[in-house]
């Protein structure tokens, strides 16, 4: 089945260090990615939907200079938070589609801590 | 607006205790309603998909059924390890899927 694997599984940081996400598609190949973040007891929230070898479309309330988009090939996309702050700390997901029927293939989440 | 309502947000059964989870929608011309499994601290687990009115599937103890305008997840005799958050999405008119908040299910031996 289609696999979405995203890297690393947590991250702790410190304030005003920058942080890479990695999201790939392991078996299928994924011109668009999107990333959601996600907190304690509440729903996906998405942020970005990631496009390979274009700009991202970032949702409303984003900040698109903290929140960088990479999609540099049909198989990886990167979310990298510039400057984290505290009130970045979240859980990030990412995920793709491999064909209308299955939605979205999820990868496994990456919890950031920003102290 | 395309929309997605989940209820309850929260439900506690005893082992054995079965219930239904709803997800009420609304969207322009359904293109496929998903039910998903998140556990906590990990990415959603896709179950089902159900496209028109009066489709069922069916998974160990779920069951997904889907009217014109909600669908219900069915579950019969619950375990503990069915303990999750279910969450129901739709595609919306963006070409996005849409969500819903979730229904928190723990179910208690």
């Known amino acids: 089945g289609a696999v979405v694997s995203q890297h690393p599984s947590w991250v702790i940081c410190k304030s005003g260090t920058s942080v890479k996400i990695e999201c790939r598609s392991l078996d299928f190949q994924a011109t668009t990615m999107f990333w959601y973040r996600q907190f304690p007891k509440q729903s996906l929230m998405l942020m970005a939907t990631?496009?390979?070898?274009?700009?991202?479309?970032?949702e409303q309330g984003v900040e698109k200079d903290k929140f960088l988009i990479n999609h540099a090939s049909l198989t990886l996309s990167t979310l990298t938070v510039t400057s984290a702050h505290p009130e970045d700390s979240s859980f990030y997901i990412c995920?793709?589609?491999?064909?209308?029927?299955?939605?979205?293939?999820f990868g496994s989440g990456t919890r950031l801590t920003v102290v | 607006e395309d929309q997605v309502t989940q209820s309850p947000e929260a439900l506690r059964l005893q082992e054995g205790e079965s219930s239904s989870l709803n997800c009420s929608y609304t969207?322009?011309?359904?293109?496929?309603l998903f039910w998903y499994r998140q556990d906590p601290g990990k990415g959603p687990e896709f179950l089902f998909t159900?496209?028109?009115a009066g489709e069922e599937k069916e998974k160990e103890r779920l069951k997904a059924t889907l009217t014109k305008k909600e669908s219900f997840l069915h579950i019969t005799a619950p375990k503990p390890e069915d303990s999750a958050t279910y969450l129901c999405a739709v595609w919306g008119s963006q070409g996005n899927l849409i969500f819903g908040k979730g229904t928190k299910l723990s179910v208690k031996p």
């Open positions: 159900l496209y028109s």
């Open positions: 995920s793709a589609t491999p064909g209308q029927v299955y939605g979205y293939t």
């Open positions: 990631s496009n390979e070898g274009s700009k991202a479309t970032y």
């Open positions: 969207v322009s011309g359904l293109r496929g």
